[in-house]
Structure formats: structure tokens, C-alpha cells
Nanobody, 123 residues
């Protein structure tokens, strides 16, 4: 089992910055791709940014140039630096991780979610 613990959400005025962190823990698992998703009230959960274990990144169009995803593989931690925040960025932000587990029966991929952290941007 992999646990994802998020931190760094909060309340900020438009134009401000926040940095989210998500630490993954779980023995015998290899953490592969990690990412951040967000869900605003009444809306579906959507991808914000994604990063592979090799460092390749992918962003939603609405955050390109404002947000930056990074990771520390030694710590199994992913970060999301959010700059020039807008009221429409207000949402619960969820960390996601794809993990691989190998046993005598073979190797399998699993997908895990954090509990979410609230980001509120006032106008």
C-alpha cells in the first residue's frame, strides 16, 4: 500500500503563489509517474500537471507558464509551484501516483490518490 500525504494548500490573493508538496510512502513499491489533479465544486477532477520518473512533464493548458511540477525521486516527493494564481484556480488539489509492486507472482501497477488539499484564491 502507498500513502500520499499532501501539504501546502491555503488561502491566497490573486497574483500570489503557493507551493504544494506530496510525499509518497510504501515499502517495496517503486513510484513511477506522479501528478496533481484538481476538482472545483460541482466539477469533475481534472489533470493539472504530470511528471514521469525521468522528469518529463505535462501541463493543462490553463496552468502552462504559471505552474511548475517537480519531484525528488530520493524522497518520493512531488511538488507543484503555483504562481500568478487566479480565482479560477480555486479547487481541492489531489496528488496522484502510479506505483509498481513486484512479488513472486509478478509485477503490477497500482494507482493511488491523496486526500486532497484546499487551495482558495480570492479576487
Amino acid at each position: 500500500q502507498v500513502q500520499l500525504v499532501e501539504s501546502g494548500g491555503g488561502f491566497v490573493q490573486a497574483g500570489g503563489s503557493l507551493r504544494l508538496s506530496c510525499a509518497a510512502s510504501g515499502s517495496a513499491f517503486t513510484i513511477n509517474a506522479m501528478g496533481w489533479y484538481r476538482q472545483a465544486p460541482g466539477q469533475q477532477r481534472n489533470l493539472v500537471a504530470h511528471i514521469t520518473s525521468g522528469g518529463s512533464t505535462n501541463y493543462a493548458g490553463s496552468v502552462k507558464g504559471r505552474f511548475a511540477i517537480s519531484r525528488d525521486n530520493a524522497k518520493n516527493t512531488v511538488y507543484l509551484q503555483m504562481n500568478s494564481l487566479k480565482p479560477e484556480d480555486t479547487a481541492v488539489y489531489y496528488c496522484n501516483a502510479n506505483a509498481n509492486y513486484c512479488s513472486d507472482t509478478g509485477c503490477h501497477d497500482y494507482n493511488y490518490w491523496g486526500r486532497g488539499t484546499q487551495v482558495t484564491v480570492s479576487s
